[in-house]
């Protein structure tokens, strides 16, 4: 049995959607459900299930926020959350997924990618409650896979496609960020990536995981919007777009250890098409 946290989220909805598709059974649960920042409900909920899997995709994924009015719910559900479910993960025996970013990495590196044993240096909140809950699972746990992405859109929830699609309904010129460097990540491909492990039974640890290829966010905007005639996408830099949370400006990740395993990765401008045409 495979339990999900965070089931009605971004990642969490297509993590469903791919298990229903393979007919693998599975319990999806929300904050309602299961409050993970509760340790003893956490517990509770956790025991009653016995899982042999938990997919914790539960986070406080709100950036900007973080660095202010949401920085003690970050550090809540993002470190207190993911002790907690791990803490249970243990009690029952079973394998923990936890979903980790890029963030946790400072963006500095000039070129080359980042490693899953790169040294880390979150540049925000997010990243930091992120590392410190990479942190609590290698503490607690022997049984867990670490994954790292980047860049998520998918069809349930907010992201970048969305966002750029939406503004091109109303604006003839949109200006995005050319000196932000990263790789987009379908949730589909994620999901599919959370399932092969487990199945495979791959070796413990740290994995890096999006689609293959790099771009900057322009490259990304301009790709999204490739189709539409009526909007013109304009670059430019960081300095002239500021943000509350500080963005790294280089966090391309290393897929060499995914790819090794035999799992196959679409590179992002064909992820980002397929996602585009799939009708859910």
Known sequence: MILITGGNGQLGTEVCRLLDEQKINYISTDSKEMDITNSE???NYIKKINPDVIYHCAAYTAVDKAEDEGKELAEKVNVEGTRNVALAAKEVNAVMVYISTDYV???????GEYTVDAQTNPQNEYGRTKLLGEQAVQEILEKYYIIRTSWVFGQYGHNFVFTMQKLAENRDILTIVNDQFGRPTWTRTLAEFMNFVVEKKAPYGIYHLSNDDSCSWYEFAKEILKDNENVTVL?????????????PQYSIMDLSK??????????????LHEFIKVEY
Request: charged content about 25%; proline content about 8%; cysteine-free.
């Open 41 to 43: 409900v956490t517990m």
């Open 105 to 111: 990495f400072d963006g500095l590196l000039k070129d």
């Open 235 to 247: 670059p430019v830099t960081s300095v002239e777009f500021p943000q509350k949370a500080k963005r």
């Open 258 to 271: 995914v790819k090794n395993l035999g799992f196959e990765i679409l590179p992002w401008q064909l992820a």
